[in-house]
Nanobody
Framework: QVQLVESGGGLVQPGGSLRLSCAAS????????MGWYRQAPGKQRDLVAR???????DYADSVKGRFTINRDNAKNTVYLQMNSLKPEDTAVYYC?????????WGKGTLVTVSS
């Protein structure tokens, strides 16, 4: 069994920063791409950022220049540094990791950007 545990969400004022973490644990033989998605109320789940096994990154246009994704392969962990947060960044953020060739999702962590 493989589990993903997210942390770092919360309430922040516009212009503030948050760092999300997601650690994979369990019977892990290989880790592939790691990424973050988000889902705002009444909307579909969309890609925020993704990093491949060899470091290639993709970002949603709306977060480019503000968010940075990083991974620590030794810890099976992916991070999302979020700066200059805006109210429209409010959503539940889900991590997604390819483990042993299979797709795993975290349970989600709520990020609320509000004054």
């Amino acid at each position: 069994q493989v589990q993903l545990v997210e942390s770092g969400g919360g309430l922040v004022q516009p212009g503030g920063s948050l760092r999300l973490s997601c650690a994979a644990s369990g019977s892990i033989f290989s880790i592939g791409a790691m990424g973050w998605y988000r889902q705002a109320p009444g909307k579909q789940r969309d890609l925020v950022a993704r990093m491949g096994s060899f470091g290639r990154t993709d970002y949603a246009d709306s977060v480019k220049g503000r968010f940075t994704i990083n991974r620590d392969n030794a810890k099976n962990t992916v991070y999302l540094q979020m700066n200059s947060l805006k109210p429209e960044d409010t959503a539940v953020y889900y991590c997604n990791i390819i483990v042993n060739g299979m797709d795993y999702w975290g349970k989600g962590t709520l990020v609320t950007v509000s004054s």
